[in-house]
Nanobody, 116 residues
Framework: QVQLVESGGGLVQPGGSLTLSCAAS????????MRWYRQAPGKERELVAG????????TYVGSVKGRFTISRDNAKNAMYLQMNSLKPEDTAVYYC?????????WGQGTQVIVSS
């Protein structure tokens, strides 16, 4: 079965960096576009970044462009989100996502808190 497991969240000061990881299994990872979403307290879940199966195309929401970098290692069935220059408004639970035959699959999420 499809399984997504996020890790790497934590508490970081404004201006700091974190790298999130998503370990995937149960599907053909290299053929699947992947996404990072986040959900802040009291807000709807929003798409943060996406990457094609071969890693050749990446997209970002405007608020993270130039600060976040999405990447993947198909040999390891893993996806990453490098987050730099973090701001308090980046505080959220971050989720790994894959859409397979019209079904969305989600990990359990990893908490990121940006605070001094």
């Amino acid at each position: 079965q499809v399984q997504l497991v996020e890790s790497g969240g934590g508490l970081v000061q404004p201006g700091g960096s974190l790298t999130l990881s998503c370990a995937a299994s149960g599907f053909i990872f290299s053929s699947s576009a992947m996404r990072w979403y986040r959900q802040a307290p009291g807000k709807e879940r929003e798409l943060v970044a996406g990457i094609t199966g071969d890693g050749g195309i990446t997209t970002y929401v405007g608020s993270v462009k130039g600060r976040f970098t999405i990447s993947r290692d198909n040999a390891k069935n893993a996806m990453y989100l490098q987050m730099n220059s973090l701001k308090p408004e980046d505080t959220a639970v971050y989720y790994c996502n894959v859409l397979i035959i019209s079904t969305d699959y989600w990990g359990q999420g990893t908490q990121v808190i940006v605070s001094s």
